[in-house]
């Protein structure tokens, strides 16, 4: 058929009147296939080089050839370069800014909307879409950059993002070197920072740090890195908050640094904190290196011990709030009964016990990022003790009170985690069985308890100070309480239920406010328990488990202190066996 005999055909068909019967015109459904397919035939003839009308040169001479329309409508720097700029008239653009091998990624997504992002690439991938103004790519760049951000890594991606302007990626990554700091310190990135990327980091309020010890120790390692540092540290020192380190720590490890020669300024007004406290003086000084970092910190670490009576099995589970994961630590041996558990120097599990097995002054510690993940047994007490109880000041526990086989006992001893020995300290005015012990403005304070031989609790405490080596006697509280649990909440030390005369449980909870030096009751548990788990969370006040006659064993209490209320929950855990103070738990409602 030719082209005559076509036009005919035509023509008659034109001639030809379809007839309806009335109806309304319908809209067809878009054709889902048809960008694809029209880009799929882009790609093909840019490939056979079919009515391409550029070519995209590199400096290392590599040219990559495509159609200006295509470029144009995926990207506002080549829509703007095609149609403003003296490159709309040429057909040969210099692209001096990218790789070649970048370039050709780059056209390839613009013709297919597929890109692929690797370690290698990501950096160089990120600069390129950010110059060619391509959102889509950029974003994909930042998301896999978010996704494999770790403590090796993340003041690199820091760098990037900031190079880039991509401002989540920043955000995001400050906010992960602060919260892993402990972490981040460890690799050499982090050597490599400069003066001011130092002095923002350690400056910050939010620095999540356990102890100010290591944030001294992480600006020792930056100086001593190179040998011309030397002359910053005394800039360095100047956010350092050495008046938190403890009085220990200053006099072993501070006061006899060589680099610190120039900056012994700071090192005086850390010692003067400490003296200003020993006299117990209100007044403290006004300047930022004396004010605590608002941080959580891995000292809030969650501990949860799970015993089983019957296989004498005992482990624990800990969640690291920095990761927001739990993990197993290897079991404890059979045959050891774990009464007392601490949390030491960021990292370290104590473990001492025991009370229902044959007396024992064993302790164990546990390193939870140790890769050698094995128990190791530590200098035992030095004193035979039981129904004691453990208290952690300045990285230090105490052992105070008890029962040694024949009476109680006034005596304390403490454990040092740097020397991993113990010591007695001064003794207590009272001896006191089944004590409480709880923390608080670094004094360590011993409520209640019980006399073994007359069966008498006790309503008298006593708080003791480190520095002194001295016990005082505070208010006593309102109520006789043994086996009481203890916790404190925002600068409150708080007496939780425990046994009053002969075997009664109680409910009743009291605060001491050391300002006002009184012990005042407030609102009542709603279970009676005796040595709960006690700790403070997220602004509230959490009471778990103990031994109490309820039904609702599997049970938590949280107190709100605005409210003055007790609020009832489940755990779906059941607290069959009697938990000691000092075990701290996870909690879910």
């Known amino acids: 058929m030719n082209e005559i005999d076509i036009q005919h055909l035509l023509k008659d068909d034109q001639k030809r009147v379809l007839k309806f019967k009335l109806c309304e015109p319908k809209k067809f459904i878009k054709n889902s296939s048809h960008k694809v397919d029209v880009f799929e035939c882009l790609q093909s003839l840019r490939k056979d080089e079919v009515l391409c009308d550029i070519k995209l040169e590199t400096d290392d001479g590599s040219i990559v050839i495509a159609h200006k329309v295509v470029l144009a409508s995926v990207s506002p720097y080549f829509r703007a370069m095609f149609t403003n700029f003296e490159e709309s008239n040429s057909n040969h653009v210099n692209i001096r800014e990218l790789d070649s091998t970048v370039l050709q990624l780059l056209v390839n997504y613009f013709y297919t909307g597929e890109i692929i992002v690797t370690n290698e690439n990501v950096q160089v991938l990120l600069a390129a879409a950010n110059f060619i103004q391509l959102d889509y790519v950029k974003r994909a760049c930042v998301e896999f950059l978010q996704t494999h951000m770790d403590p090796s890594n993340c003041i690199g991606i820091k760098a990037v993002a900031d190079l880039h302007n991509c401002t989540d990626l920043l955000t995001t990554s400050e906010a992960f070197i602060k919260k892993q700091f402990l972490e981040v310190v460890k690799y050499d990135e982090f050597l490599s920072l400069s003066l001011e990327e130092m002095i923002e980091l350690i400056s910050c309020n939010d620095l999540t740090v356990?102890?100010?010890?290591?944030?001294?120790?992480?600006?020792?390692?930056?100086?001593?890195?190179?040998?011309?540092?030397?002359?910053?540290?005394?800039?360095?020192?100047?956010?350092?908050?050495?008046?938190?380190?403890?009085?220990?720590?200053?006099?072993?490890?501070?006061?006899?640094?060589?680099?610190?020669?120039?900056?012994?300024?700071?090192?005086?007004?850390?010692?003067?904190?400490?003296?200003?406290?020993?006299?117990?003086?209100?007044?403290?000084?006004?300047?930022?290196?004396?004010?605590?970092?608002?941080?959580?910190?891995?000292?809030?670490?969650?501990?949860?011990?799970?015993?089983?009576?019957?296989?004498?099995?005992?482990?624990?589970?800990?969640?690291?709030?920095?990761?927001?994961?739990?993990?197993?630590?290897?079991?404890?041996?059979?045959?050891?009964?774990?009464?007392?558990?601490?949390?030491?120097?960021?990292?370290?599990?104590?473990?001492?016990?025991?009370?229902?097995?044959?007396?024992?002054?064993?302790?164990?510690?546990?390193?939870?990022?140790?890769?050698?993940?094995?128990?190791?047994?530590?200098?035992?007490?030095?004193?035979?003790?039981?129904?004691?109880?453990?208290?952690?000041?300045?990285?230090?526990?105490?052992?105070?009170?008890?029962?040694?086989?024949?009476?109680?006992?006034?005596?304390?001893?403490?454990?040092?985690?740097?020397?991993?020995?113990?010591?007695?300290?001064?003794?207590?005015?009272?001896?006191?069985?089944?004590?409480?012990?709880?923390v608080l403005n670094n004094l360590l304070y011993a409520v209640g308890g019980s006399v073994r031989s007359t069966k008498e609790r006790l309503n008298s405490v006593e708080h003791y100070d480190p520095s002194l080596d001295t016990w005082t006697q505070v208010a006593n509280m309102s109520i006789c309480r043994s086996s009481v649990g203890i916790g404190v909440l925002d600068d409150v030390m708080y007496a939780i239920g425990g046994y009053r005369s002969g075997s009664k449980l109680c409910k009743s909870v009291e605060a001491y406010r050391p300002s006002v030096g009184v012990w005042t009751p407030i609102a009542d548990l709603n279970l009676p328990r005796s040595r709960p788990g006690v700790f403070a969370l997220d602004g509230f006040l959490c009471v778990v488990g103990g031994t109490h006659n309820s039904p609702d064993s599997d049970s938590v209490e949280i107190y709100n202190s605005i409210t003055n209320t007790w609020k009832l929950m489940k755990t779906g855990i059941n607290y069959t066996v009697k938990i000691n103070t000092g075990l701290v738990f996870n909690v879910t409602s």
């Open 210 to 438: 356990p102890f100010e010890e290591n944030v001294f120790e992480c600006v020792i390692d930056w100086v001593k890195y190179k040998w011309d540092r030397k002359k910053f540290l005394s800039d360095l020192m100047e956010h350092v908050r050495l008046p938190l380190t403890s009085m220990q720590y200053l006099l072993k490890y501070v006061v006899n640094e060589p680099l610190l020669e120039n900056s012994k300024d700071y090192v005086f007004e850390a010692l003067h904190f400490h003296m200003l406290k020993t006299q117990q003086l209100i007044t403290v000084p006004g300047t930022i290196r004396c004010a605590p970092r608002q941080s959580d910190g891995i000292q809030n670490v969650t501990l949860w011990l799970d015993l089983t009576k019957s296989t004498k099995r005992y482990y624990i589970n800990w969640h690291d709030p920095i990761t927001n994961l739990w993990k197993r630590v290897l079991d404890i041996k059979n045959g050891y009964w774990p009464v007392h558990v601490a949390l030491l120097k960021h990292n370290y599990i104590f473990v001492i016990g025991s009370n229902y097995l044959p007396r024992t002054r064993s302790v164990q510690m546990f390193d939870l990022f140790s890769e050698s993940s094995n128990w190791e047994f530590s200098d035992k007490m030095i004193v035979d003790r039981t129904h004691f109880q453990i208290g952690v000041l300045n990285n230090r526990v105490y052992a105070v009170g008890g029962f040694d086989g024949s009476d109680n006992v006034n005596s304390a001893e403490v454990f040092d985690v740097e020397i991993e020995e113990w010591e007695m300290i001064s003794s207590m005015s009272h001896k006191r069985s089944n004590v409480g012990v709880g």
